[in-house]
Nanobody
């Protein structure tokens, strides 16, 4: 079983910055891709940023140039640095990680509990 623990959310003024962190722990062989998603009430969860184990990144268009995703494979941690935040970035941000199960090599999709990011003056 894999646990994802997130931190770093909060309230920030427009134009400000926040850094979200997520660490995976528990029993697994390896953590593959990791990513951040966000969701607002009444809307579907959407991908914000994604990073493979090799470090290849992918961003949704609206955050390109403002958000940067990175990871530490040794500590199974992923971060997203969010700069120039806008009110439309307000959402619950959730960490996602694909783990490979020991012995079975089965890929499992894991989710964090979510952290609120509010951009408001």
């Amino acid at each position: 079983q894999v646990q994802l623990v997130e931190s770093g959310g909060g309230l920030v003024q427009p134009g400000g910055s926040l850094r979200l962190s997520c660490t995976a722990s528990g029993s697994f062989f390896v953590i593959n891709a990791m990513g951040w998603y966000r969701q607002t009430p009444g809307n579907q969860r959407e991908l914000v940023a994604h990073i493979t184990r090799a470090g290849i990144t992918n961003y949704r268009d609206s955050v390109k140039g403002r958000f940067t995703i990175s990871r530490d494979n040794t500590n199974n941690t992923v971060w997203v640095q969010m700069n120039s935040l806008k009110p439309e970035d307000t959402a619950v941000y959730s960490c996602n990680a694909e783990s490979i199960e020991r012995w079975t090599w089965r890929a499992i999709d894991n989710w964090g509990q979510g952290t609120q990011v509010t951009v408001s003056s």
